[in-house]
């Protein structure tokens, strides 16, 4: 066989060729200087592919820090009868006036007058919650809300999507999800630097429980107020407490909602459940429906809101 030319030149230079160590040689120092360098090329990273170092440092980078002003000069409401004062001055009627969240009535001290003061409540809030609204009604509120511009937007909604005349016709979970993400991005698209407080949806069960033993609350709930959770409120059979159940667990699925959807909006804060935990008794019910907040009951949601928008952090 015919010796190459690279062979007759390494016996030349004493059997060794220097020109065939190069490449390894040239290869181990990339090799080590992409390691330097932390970056995870074939034969310089682990066993499965990725190198540990740069895992690491992709994960262990902090979330944005959420962005919240304790003291707004503005606030807007939006949400359903509750905010509208429903049945808190009189029978079948609102009363934005005691509203929780912009009403002027000294006794409740709306989050408004706390944060506003009185002089400014008029001309630097505004409410646009509707009795009878559900999730589905939210985006159309925002967007009126969002023209203001306003420093703050409470939102209080989903009782009246539990609240209905069967629980078969409850909004669904997944619909009530897609309805509160589009009333955000609403909301975003005019009014990006806007704050919003989400209030959880009020224990329907608690009602029940607080209301069913008072002989009036009895008799206006036959009118059909909430029968999804209020109807036969004196049936303890196995098919109305499953009902009743039911509608529980759509209220919790609806408040995991509002905190899952606001937790990814820099500025939006959730109440932690704390409206949901609240242990109201029947003097924060009304006298006209056993249903709705009370001048008293207003009052407290008010006490819930403001102590958790002039917190420094989040409720937990």
Not at 21 to 37: H, Q
Not at 89 to 110: F, H, K
Not at 191 to 220: C, F, H, M
Not at 229 to 235: C, I, N, R, Y
Request: with cysteine; aromatic share 6%; glycine share 8%.
């Amino acid at each position: 066989m015919q010796e190459s030319p690279q062979g007759r030149a390494g016996r030349r230079l004493g059997g060794h060729s220097p020109r065939r160590r190069k490449p390894y040689a040239s290869a181990a120092a990339s090799c080590a200087g992409l390691l330097v360098g932390v970056v995870a090329l074939s034969g310089c990273t682990s066993s499965d592919g990725a190198d540990p170092d740069w895992t690491k440092a992709k994960t262990s980078q902090p979330p944005p820090k959420p962005v919240w002003d304790r003291s707004p000069t503005s606030i807007a409401a939006v949400g359903d009868s509750i905010t509208r004062g429903f049945d808190a001055c009189g029978v079948l009627s609102d009363c934005p006036e005691v509203s929780w969240s912009t009403g002027s009535d000294d006794q409740v001290r709306s989050l408004a007058l706390r944060l506003l003061g009185k002089p400014a409540v008029a001309e630097n809030s505004w409410n646009y919650a509707r009795t009878g609204a559900t999730v589905g009604d939210l985006a159309q509120q925002m967007a009126k809300a969002a023209v203001h511009r306003p420093e703050l937007v409470t939102v209080m909604m989903g009782a009246n999507d539990a609240c209905k005349d069967e629980a078969a016709l409850m909004t669904p979970v997944d619909e009530f999800r897609a309805s509160f993400e589009d009333s955000m991005r609403r909301l975003r698209a005019k009014a990006p630097k806007t704050q919003v407080y989400v209030a959880s949806v009020p224990d329907l069960k608690r009602l029940w429980s607080e209301g069913r033993e008072n002989p009036l609350g009895r008799q206006i709930w036959k009118l059909g107020i909430c029968s999804s959770m209020l109807g036969d409120s004196q049936d303890m059979d196995a098919a109305a407490q499953k009902r009743r159940s039911t509608v529980q667990a759509r209220v919790v699925a609806y408040n995991k909602v509002l905190r899952d959807v606001c937790a990814k909006d820099l500025r939006c804060r959730y109440d932690g459940g704390a409206v949901f935990d609240y242990r109201f008794t029947g003097d924060q019910l009304s006298a006209w429906d056993w249903f709705h907040p009370s001048k008293n009951g207003q009052g407290k949601l008010a006490d819930i809101a403001y102590r958790n928008v002039v917190a420094a952090d989040p409720p937990a």
